[in-house]
Every structure is written in C-alpha cells, then in structure tokens.
C-alpha cells in the first residue's frame, strides 16, 4: 500500500448497468460517513464518486474505481475502458454534453457531470485516450 | 451525552425475546441480550415499528394517561384530523367534538386553520427560497430524527417552518388566556396523537426550547371512552354553542395532501421508514435533481397509517376523503393576515435543526480506519445470514457491537461455537 494510505477498496463498475448505477459511490459514502469524516466531505466525496459513477455507465464499456484514504484525504481514482473523450476542455465546459435521448430522458446529460466533480474536489485530473478510456482522478482533503 | 426520550418503554417482564422488534427496526437500535429486548438510546428514531411488531405486548407508548390530561383547570383537546376518520362515515364529526366535551374537555381546538395558514407560510419560504434543494417537510418526527442521526448533512434541507399543530395550540392558547384573562400554566393542550413519534415532538422538541402543547394521549386509548359518548350524543345536542364553526380540513395526515396543496409540480411525497430511507439516500448522493420539494412521513399512507389509530389506514383514508368533501372550504383564512405574521417570523421555528450524528468508530480517523477493517475482517468470517441469535439484528451490525466492544465473537453460535469446541 502506498505511503499513509490506511484504508484502500476497489469497486467495478459495468456500462450501461442502469439497474446498479450509483451503488459504488453509496457504498464509498458509506465508508466514509463509517469513518466519521465531517458531512460536509462525505457529501463532496459522495457527489464526485457518483458523476463519475455515472460517467461510466453512461459511456463506458467497464471501469474500476480505487478508494484510497488517508487522515488528510480521499482520494477517488477511476479508469474506464470505453469510447474515450475527444476533446475534454469541450467535456469539461458547463452544458455540454453527448448524452443521447435516452440517457436525457433519465435526468442525466445536464452537461454538469464533469464541471461537478470538479466543483466538488480539491483537486482533479482527466486524461483520456480516445477510443480506449478514460482516467479520473479526484482528490477530496479531508481537514 | 445528552439524555434522550423516547415515547416507548420495554416491559422486561413480558419480553419473550421474540426478536421481531429487532429485525424490523430501521436503525438497527436493538438488541436481544439474555433473552431481553434493550434499546440502544441514541440510535432509536421514535418510529413505533418496534411496538407494532411485538408478540408480547412488550413495547408500550409512553402516552400520558387520560386521567392525568383533567389536572389542568382548563382543559383543550387538540384532536389529529385523524381521530374524525376513526368513525363510520355517517357519524357526523361534530357530535365527536361534543363528545369530547362530554368526556372532560373543556374546549376542542380545531388544527385545520393553521394547517392552511402554514402552507400559506410554506409557500411563501419556498418561492423565495434560493438554497440547496430539494427541501423537506417538517412535519413528521421521526422523519426529522432520522435526519438528525443517520443524515446530519440534510439537517439544513428541513424547512424551518412550524408544524401546524404546534400553530394551533399557540394561537388557541393565547386567544383563551385573553378571553379568560387567566395564565398559560392553567391551560393544558393535550394532543391526540396517531403515533408515538409526537409525543416526544411535545417532550422533548428537535428544534425548540418547549412546545406549545402540554401533553399527549394515544387514539387507541381515548377511542373507547369517546366511541360511547359519541353514541350518545343525538342530533338536538349538537348546538351552535358547542360546535359553532365547526370546520374540518384533514391537514397533511394523508400521503400527498402536503405536496398537493403547496401546489408544486416539482415535489414527491414518499412513505414508510424503508422508502424514507431510500429517498434521503437519493438526497444525499444528490440523485434527486428534478424534485425541490420532499414531503416524507415514516408511517405509511401518513399519519392515517400511526401505531395508534383504531381503523386501517384505507378505510380511514375513504373517511377523511368523504369529510374533506362535506366540509371543503369550511376553513378560510386571510391570506394578508397570514403573509404579514410570515413576515414577522411567527412561523419559523426557533431555532436551527441541530445535526445528532452518531459516534463514528473512533474520533481519530486512523483509529477509526483500523476499527472499520477489523470490522470488514469480522463481518467477512461470519455466515452473514443474518440469524440474530447473537442478539443483533444483522452479521454487519453485530461485527460493528464487536468492534465497539459491545458483544464477543462467542456469541456467534457459528463462529464462536466452532473456536470455543
């Protein structure tokens, strides 16, 4: 285990698995209210972990979600093999989004995904291989 | 730690140990040790489901006794519009309020004025409200407990707004004290309550210093006594002086009616403590993004569906139904009259809805971590089928009370059984 990181868990999640979207990042809330961070994080962590989530369902074929915290972070990795983004300074623009009519129609495409997590981390990196996946990593400070 | 009430009381004497208290409680606030149920204080939400499921008759409403509610020089009843739909739909709900007086009250204090004043109130707090949302109703105890111990981040969500109960009894109280020009000590409000849950919303109030009501009587103890004063009451007794303006509204004791008369398209109104639970999950996890209003009561069907009602929720909820009909628009209030009390803060409560967390493993977190993988070891070298002989509700919870050091693994008759033999 990497160095200070106390608690690690990896979860996986399948694409267009509606019927179980959103169970890894309650679990990962639940880990972390269990912990006994303040609200506060668990709900920015929470928030973060679920755009992500759903990202992956949405437009991915599978992914993996790697929980890692120490005393003064979380840490939420995720790597997806899928579609990939194109252009992510696009992606990251607040509105856009590729989400067909279907996914519209199940109150997601609000083009806020991205700019969400963002919103809710200390810190935040996307890389993307079009074509091949993507890779989040999402860091939450705890104190 | 701050000493909660709790509405209810375990009778060990006629505790068989049954265990059903234990599995239904949706905070997992129980346990069977030595053959005896034991409630766990600050997990315990007041939800009654524990009551309604004991064999025994083990799990007792702490409901003030009727006797008790006649030592006040003036007594008022402040009947949940429930207790009208607890008759046969052709007793006319004005004989029930002369019944009441025949039984001891001195006045009957009519909740559906507030009610209409409140979402007036409502209204107007959540047009111009401009914070996180969805915002949820107030008006259900348990609800607003649970929020408080399993949900401290959605203690902000809860409106600020009186419950219209509470309303009642203040306003009534203050016009009587003028009227009578006597002291607010001589007046006792007693509530008729549909649940336990509102007794500790008298007792022990979440978000204020002291309710405006001074006692509360269960439904199913003072339905007996009234069901025969009613039958006694004829047509010719029911004057003008007794019920003179009468009305009747049912208020927000059936699933929806909250929701319906704020009038807002985007709101849901959910019921039962296991869909409760599902929605302030969707709320936390921010899922529900459509919706800014949430009406939630723990009973299902709403306060109809009470741990202390006589009659099953459906027929009640017909009852009530009829009784809106007959009596719609009994009640009108002055809009202005209410926007002006608004804006003078008459219906806010007084103060913030205070988060009541629960203890985490350990206050350092690198404690707590280890404790949390102790507990993930436990809880993966048990049969998790959840069989409760240990005395907790589930494998997880029980590898948690291990954890906690509040039970041993010897307790498992699987995995303590095979380590001891």
Request: contains cysteine; negative net charge; charged residues 30%.
């Amino acid at each position: 285990m990497e160095d200070g990181v106390l608690f690690f868990q990896e979860f996986s999640i399948m694409g267009k698995d509606f019927s179980n979207a959103g169970s890894v990042s309650t679990e990962i809330k639940s880990i972390l209210k269990e912990i006994g961070f303040d609200p506060v994080i668990v709900r920015r962590a929470a928030i973060a972990a679920y755009e992500a989530e759903m990202n992956v369902v949405m437009y991915a074929d599978r992914g993996v979600v790697r929980l890692r915290v120490t005393p003064d972070k979380i840490s939420i990795e995720l790597e997806d093999e899928g579609q990939g983004i194109e252009d992510i300074e696009l992606a990251m623009q607040e509105g856009y989004s590729t989400a067909t009519p279907e996914m519209r129609e199940m109150g997601f495409g609000a083009g806020m995904g991205l700019p969400n997590i963002k919103r809710n981390s200390d810190h935040f990196e996307i890389t993307s291989q079009p074509g091949r996946g993507t890779k989040l990593n999402i860091v939450i400070k705890a104190r | 730690m701050e000493k909660y009430y709790h509405p209810i009381k375990f009778v060990e004497e006629r505790c068989q140990g049954r265990m059903k208290c234990m599995r239904v409680c949706p905070t997992q606030a129980i346990r069977v040790k030595h053959g005896k149920a034991k409630l766990i204080e600050e997990l315990c939400v007041d939800c009654g489901e524990c009551m309604n499921v004991c064999p025994s008759g083990a799990i007792v409403p702490l409901t003030d006794p009727f006797a008790r509610s006649m030592d006040f020089k003036h007594k008022v009843a402040l009947p949940s519009p429930v207790l009208f739909s607890q008759f046969r739909p052709e007793v006319d709900p004005r004989k029930v309020v002369v019944a009441l007086k025949r039984i001891g009250f001195d006045y009957v204090c009519d909740v559906s004025r507030a009610c209409q004043e409140v979402t007036i109130a409502l209204e107007e707090f959540l047009s111009t409200y401009r914070g996180r949302l969805p915002l949820i109703s107030s008006f259900c105890p348990t609800v607003v407990r649970l929020i408080q111990v399993k949900y401290p981040d959605l203690t902000e969500l809860v409106v600020p707004i009186d419950v219209p109960r509470e309303i009642a009894a203040r306003d009534f109280k203050q016009e009587l004290c003028e009227k009578l020009g006597v002291d607010t000590q001589e007046i006792g409000v007693i509530y008729i309550t549909t649940c336990p849950a509102k007794i500790v919303s008298i007792k022990q109030p979440a978000e204020k210093e002291k309710s405006w009501i001074d006692g509360a009587i269960s439904l199913v103890d003072i339905f007996a006594p009234l069901f025969s004063a009613v039958s006694g009451v004829k047509d010719e007794d029911v004057t003008e002086e007794d019920v003179g303006g009468f009305t009747f509204d049912a208020g927000w004791s059936m699933l929806g009616e909250m929701t319906r008369l704020l009038g807002s398209e985007r709101s849901i109104a959910v019921s039962g403590m296991s869909d409760v639970t599902k929605v302030l999950d969707d709320i936390e996890s921010s899922k529900l993004r459509d919706i800014d209003f949430v009406e939630l009561s723990s009973c299902l069907g709403g306060c109809i569906g009470g741990s202390l009602v006589v009659e099953n929720m459906y027929v009640a909820r017909n009852s009530l139904l009829k009784l809106l009909k007959r009596f719609r628009g009994s009640t009108s209030v002055n809009r202005d009259e209410v926007l002006d009390r608004y804006k003078k803060g008459y219906y806010f409560l007084e103060r913030k809805l205070a988060p009541r967390p629960l203890r985490p493993l350990d206050h350092d977190v690198a404690k707590a971590i280890e404790k949390k993988k102790q507990k993930d070891a436990i809880y993966n070298s048990l049969p998790k089928i959840d069989c409760g002989c240990c005395g907790a509700p589930t494998c997880l919870s029980f590898a948690e009370d291990i954890v906690r050091g509040q039970a041993s693994l010897d307790d498992c008759i699987y995995v303590g059984g095979v380590k001891r033999g």
